[in-house]
């Protein structure tokens, strides 16, 4: 089974800066199998990104993911206050597919 | 639209099984694959296993192996997913989604059902 380390698993920052979330493979994924996904309490997932870099419907463009084989990022380029919520990174490289732990973005 | 509908929360004992349902509506059935997925409560996301609706086959995360299943019936365009042998540790909410293999994607999701397991 492949593992997905995210970091940090907290991130406190303030509305307009730019935030960026690891998320690592315990083996090399294909981009066209990992994905981003956003949380908020009481909300399901919304997807954000796939294929490692391609914007969802609707999603705006200051989220952009990147990486390539153990390592993928998450950027946020300003922080709106919609944007402080839970995320988690997806994998489905394999026929059974896992999720990274999540990162919290906060208000600090 | 694309909707993911899915049935009420429960409460059950330790030992039962407990069967939710996720009706889908505004597109194929039978074109997409399910995942269902689990959160614990204050917990992150678990990937409990996929079933392609249209030939029924499933694949689950070994940590379930035994004790769910995956089903469907298109003449409802609706999936199913049965987990036994119920303990405390299984109260969480449990969500399905629409998964689009060629994309890696999963674009639509359910509301989520609350499964309580207690005594």
């Known amino acids: 089974e492949i593992v997905l380390t995210q970091s940090p698993g907290t991130l406190s920052l303030s509305p307009g800066e730019r935030a960026t979330l690891s998320c690592r493979a315990s083996q090399s994924v294909s981009s066209s199998s990992l994905a981003w996904y956003q949380q908020k309490p009481g909300q399901a997932p919304r997807l954000l990104i796939y294929g490692a870099s391609s914007r969802a419907t609707g999603i705006p463009d200051r989220f952009t993911g990147s990486g390539s084989g153990t390592d993928f990022t998450l950027t946020i380029s300003r922080l709106q206050p919609e944007d402080f919520a839970m995320y988690y990174c997806q994998q489905h490289g394999t026929s059974r597919y896992t999720f990274g732990q999540g990162t919290k973005v906060e208000i600090k | 639209q694309v909707q993911l509908v899915q049935s009420g929360a429960e409460v059950k004992k330790p030992g039962a099984s407990v069967k939710v349902s996720c009706k889908t509506s505004?597109?194929?059935?039978?074109?997409?694959?399910i995942t269902w997925v689990r959160q614990a409560p204050g917990q992150g996301l678990e990937w409990m296993g996929w079933?392609?609706?249209?030939?029924?086959?499933?694949a689950y995360a070994q940590k379930f192996q035994g004790r769910v299943t995956m089903t469907r019936d298109t003449s409802v365009n609706t999936a199913y997913m049965e987990l036994s042998s119920l303990r405390s540790e299984d109260t969480a909410v449990y969500y399905c989604?629409?998964?689009?293999?060629?994309?890696?994607?999963?674009?639509?999701w359910g509301q989520g059902t609350l499964v309580t397991v207690s005594s």
């Open positions: 079933m392609n609706p249209n030939s029924a086959n499933t």
């Open positions: 989604a629409r998964f689009i293999a060629e994309a890696g994607k999963l674009d639509y």
């Open positions: 505004g597109y194929t059935f039978t074109s997409y694959d």
